[in-house]
């Protein structure tokens, strides 16, 4: 039995798991902020990093509790390198050093994005995973399509050119004056909204597997703005306007918002499959919650469609630890003076290891 300590402290989670073999979990922490950043309508990176070295320790020491273990039992830290707010990302890799070098323990750096791969890994389901599938990660700073081949092993299809689906509907939610974060609220006002109420577009449909939200954000912007008085328009429309014209139905917006989105999201994913012969479609990060989202890929895909537990769809660190155990049974090891990476991209496992593979676990 291998044992991971997974941490996690990439944005507003701060989080601790230990996980068994990869995929059983025995503990799964999460201390959110979310609270304390509502009243800034949006994560506060320098409250974000205060906040997380404030409790990272109790978190941590919770997960072993609840796993029953000690660190004398772990074999290994796995913890969010990248990509990330880098203040944030610093306190849990730092802690997760101190504990590695204080307890001479493997350390292991996992991409965040395939952390929220292997929350599949850690999904029920009805027998072993036939590679290749699809995987449409979509979070608050993601919408990446990625072939995934292997453990490890990834090919990125497709990414946003500006926007990603979370951070539309975060600001589509600011400019309708629902309360952070955007994503559950726009879901919760979409469900008495009509769909077809607006014809928003659905940008670069048809075309490659690449995302864009920017110009769905702006249409809404236009849509629900009261017209400018006067001859002087602004210089600049702003998101955060949360004064709309007085004939506006927030939950008619909110639903034809939340349908253009998923519909982009949905055809692009099943054609990704479809184009390279993928035996499943998963779903992961934090808009993976969203039912429409869910519902309509499960009804248009020809294929099975995974979605992890509402549980582990926001940040967690027992997808990290997952994520974590894959690569430590292969010999990825990082050093001690391994680095934070913001804006690290989602690559495979013999791109990143910052150490050859111990002999013959390659
Ligand atoms: O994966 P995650 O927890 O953090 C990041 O790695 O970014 O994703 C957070 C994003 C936020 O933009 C949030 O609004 C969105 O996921 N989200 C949702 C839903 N729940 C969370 N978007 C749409 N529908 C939801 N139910
Ligand atoms: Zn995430």
Redesign the pocket.
Known sequence: MTLILGIET??DETAAAVVEDGERIRSNVIASQVDLHAQYGGVFPEVASRAHIEVISTVTEQALTEAGVTLDVIDAVAVTRGPGLSGSLLVGVNFAKGLALGRDLPLIGVN?LEG?VYSLWLTERGGPVQFPVVCLIV????SEIVLITGHGDYTMLGSTIDDAA??A??KVARLLGLPY????S??RAARDGDPAAYDFPRAMRGEGYQFSFSGLKTAVLRAVQPPHKGKRQPKQESMHSTQLRPDVNVADVAASFQAAVVDVLVEKTIRAAQEHNTTEIWIA???S??QALRQQMTALSPLPVCVPPLSL???NAAMIASAGYFRFVRGYRDDLDMDVRPMWPLMSIHDTMTRPAAPGTA
């Open positions: 990439s944005c965040h929220h979070s608050g700073g993601h979370g951070e509907f975060d974060p955007g994503g559950p726009i879901e990060g934090g808009v919650a969203n769809c926001g940040d």
